[in-house]
């Protein structure tokens, strides 16, 4: 059973930076795409990114395009969400998830079986 822990959130200025972090423990973290999702009061769960097992593809929702990077480390079973540019609409509770399929981006909670407990970003106007 694979246990994911997010970790990087706060409270930050908007056009500040953050760098998320989700480790990975009890599973094969190397066979598993990943992605980040985020929830905002009132609203739907949405995807954010999400990488294949050795990070060479990536997949953004285009709100955040050119903004946040995804990109793991398989050695320290650690993906991580790099933030800039942040803006107000950017605040949510943001959830790392993993995926069995190791080649998949997809941008379908349902194709996620594993998921962190999120982390809360902020941030402020």
């Known amino acids: 059973q694979v246990q994911l822990v997010e970790s990087g959130g706060g409270l930050v200025q908007a056009g500040g930076s953050l760098r998320l972090s989700c480790a990975a423990s009890g599973g094969t973290f190397s066979r598993y795409a990943m992605g980040w999702f985020r929830q905002a009061p009132g609203k739907e769960r949405e995807f954010v990114a999400a990488?294949?097992?050795?990070?060479?593809?990536?997949l953004y929702a285009d709100s955040v395009k050119g903004r946040f990077i995804i990109s793991r480390d398989n050695a320290k079973n650690t993906v991580y969400l790099q933030m800039n540019s942040l803006k107000p609409e950017d605040t949510a509770v943001y959830y790392c998830?993993?995926?069995?399929?190791?080649?998949?981006?997809?941008?379908?909670?349902?194709?996620?079986?594993?998921w962190g407990q999120g982390t809360q970003v902020t941030v402020s106007s």
């Open positions: 998830a993993g995926n069995s399929q190791s080649y998949s981006l997809s941008r379908l909670e349902g194709r996620y079986a594993y």
């Open positions: 990488n294949t097992w050795s990070g060479g593809s990536t």
